[in-house]
């Protein structure tokens, strides 16, 4: 039955991929997870990533630095403490850098986590779901369904109250386009510290 | 601060997306959420839809049907009782032709969708990343993730159970081709009742 006209790799399937835990697409060429172990990699490769940004102030395994030293994968680390009890103000901060990195096309594919893909990845996807103009209790939902019963209602507050002026601010520093309201919604932006003559080669 | 080349719809802030509840991105343009109401029509629209897989068997509610033909999105039916009592032969067929419709790109972007975004959806998924061989447990956090406490062991089994040979006739059925090891994974095919000379157009 049917027409074959090209089958590649048909015999690979035996290869079982291994996502990391809580792993998810968030956008064209975003993604979020847990902490990514050696067991990953192969899954890891298969997304292409051109960077990664890291929510844990703790050094970065090195088995994992070696995987994206040969993949040639940018890191970007913001070292956000893992309890509650961190400061709002540090938090906001680099979330807000974080996003900036998040919404760069240059930086994409890019998979974004922390240890668990729970909290810290959370309040950033609900920041960024915010800046898509995401209503409140969808970011909410979703941040639930990763982080589940470990949900902290600090987290929640903290997503709400992101600020739209802070949101602009980071707007306002890069080019954020929409293509019109019927198509789908892409990123594109260039950063303040472009020199005009490279604006013109894009 | 920043130099702003180009921004539009800067001031539709407020014209806040209500994604459907159980909203996720599973690939690119592959898609996933419970039954939308109106009030997610517009955020659906940010989507471009070329289909929607829909797994109920009630007829779909006549408010979408309209979106549907307003906005020029194909509806692909398959009636998948919602209850655990569904016949397994009936089920096992059901997702396969939904599987077909679902991977290929002809149809996307695609939307997935029954009445809660759990168990009919979450077996078509879970099967789906079957095909895209990922480890089942990985494919079980996911479904478990869209589940929460009303993950079913019926449908795990399902999952687990659905088997190699059917998923290979169904590749067998279409041409499935990864872009190489190292490259992001993406479905291209054509099903088995192209004519031969539509073949050659691509």
Redesign the interface.
């Known amino acids: 039955?049917?027409?074959?006209?090209?089958?590649?790799?048909?015999d690979?399937?035996d290869?079982?991929?291994?996502?990391p835990?809580?792993?998810?697409?968030?956008?064209?060429c975003i993604y979020r997870s847990s902490l990514p172990k050696p067991s990953s990699f192969p899954?890891l490769?298969?997304?292409?990533l051109r960077s990664i940004i890291y929510l844990c102030p703790e050094p970065y395994p090195e088995e994992n630095l070696d995987f994206l030293k040969e993949q040639n994968i940018r890191l970007f680390q913001f070292g956000i403490e893992g309890k509650t009890e961190v400061s709002l103000p540090a938090l906001r901060d680099s979330i807000m850098e974080a996003l900036k990195v998040l919404v760069d096309v240059r930086n994409h594919?890019i998979l974004v986590h922390c240890k668990q893909g729970k909290h810290r990845t959370g309040c950033l996807v609900g920041c960024f779901r915010k800046l898509?103009?995401?209503?409140l209790?969808?970011a909410f939902?979703?941040y639930q369904?990763?982080a589940?019963v470990k949900s902290r209602a600090a987290d929640l507050t903290f997503i709400e109250r992101f600020d739209?002026v802070s949101l602009r601010?980071c707007?306002?520093?890069?080019?954020?386009?929409?293509q019109?309201?019927?198509?789908?919604?892409r990123l594109m932006y260039?950063?303040?510290n472009?020199q005009?003559p490279r604006?013109t080669s894009f």
Chains 1, 2 share one sequence.
Do not use: H
Not at 1 to 10: A, D, F, K, L, S
Not at 21 to 28: G, L, T
Not at 171 to 178: A, D, E, N
């Open positions: 039955m049917g027409m074959i006209v090209e089958v590649e790799n048909i690979e399937d290869d079982v991929l291994i996502p835990p809580n792993f998810s697409m968030v956008e064209d899954f490769q298969t997304l292409n594919p898509q103009n995401w209503c209790s969808s939902e979703e369904r990763f589940g739209l601010q707007l306002y520093s890069i080019i954020y386009q929409y019109g309201a019927s198509k789908k919604r260039q950063d303040e472009i005009k604006l």
